[in-house]
């Protein structure tokens, strides 16, 4: 059973059509859960007050090896903070999460994303692959080793990326929107049922 972690800001319908998950913010259902994934959209702080009471039971079951998926700002929630406002994130990766350069914000459409090494999610999809993306803020990690992708963007100085994709073993993380990005990000979901 896959969990998708409900904080009223995310694109249920979507994910868990493709997942055929559960909406939930039951701590028995994610305790339960065979996979996890969070997705969302917001602040970082205001999302991380409702993730609260759900924190240390997501923690304890990635501690245990459980896939855990954080789309978009799911994603930010796995570093501890961000420049984007209070709020403590679930910490599982060290690092921060920053605006973009404001000529390159907000960062929405169509972009592509380029691997940066292996990774499960991007199986079977072509290097440079387009995904939808609709986002201010950029994870920073301390370890580049948890970077699998980076999307490419331009501004006055030239060309500059960010990490679209992160993993730590079981522990994924994608910038763009796979449940908004057609047939490629359906594949992401796939990859991810199949861990």
């Known amino acids: 059973m896959i969990a998708i972690v409900d904080l009223g800001i995310g694109n249920f319908a979507s994910v868990k059509k493709a997942l055929d998950g559960n909406v939930t913010v039951n701590p028995d259902v994610v ?15 205001e999302v991380a007050k409702k993730l609260k009471p759900l924190r240390e039971t997501i923690l304890r079951k990635i501690e245990a090896g459980t896939p855990f998926l954080g789309i978009c700002l799911g994603m930010h929630l796995l570093f501890p903070s961000s420049s984007e406002g209070g709020g403590e994130g679930l910490g599982v990766l060290a690092g921060d999460v920053s605006g973009l350069p404001r000529e390159a914000s907000p960062h929405i459409g169509w972009n592509q994303v380029f691997p940066a090494r292996e990774d499960p999610l991007l199986s079977d999809l072509e290097p440079g692959s387009f995904f939808y993306f609709v986002h201010s803020y950029y994870p920073n990690p301390e370890d580049e080793s948890v970077v699998t992708g980076k999307t490419e963007y331009e501004t006055a100085g030239g060309i500059k990326s960010f990490p679209a994709t992160v993993r730590r073993e079981n522990v994924f993380g994608v910038q763009f929107h796979p449940e908004k990005s057609s047939k490629k990000g359906l594949k992401i979901l796939e990859n991810f049922k199949q861990l």
Do not use: H, T
Not at 31 to 45: E, H, Q, S, T
């Open 31 to 45: 305790k339960g859960a065979d996979k996890i994934v969070l997705p969302g959209v917001g602040n970082f702080g």
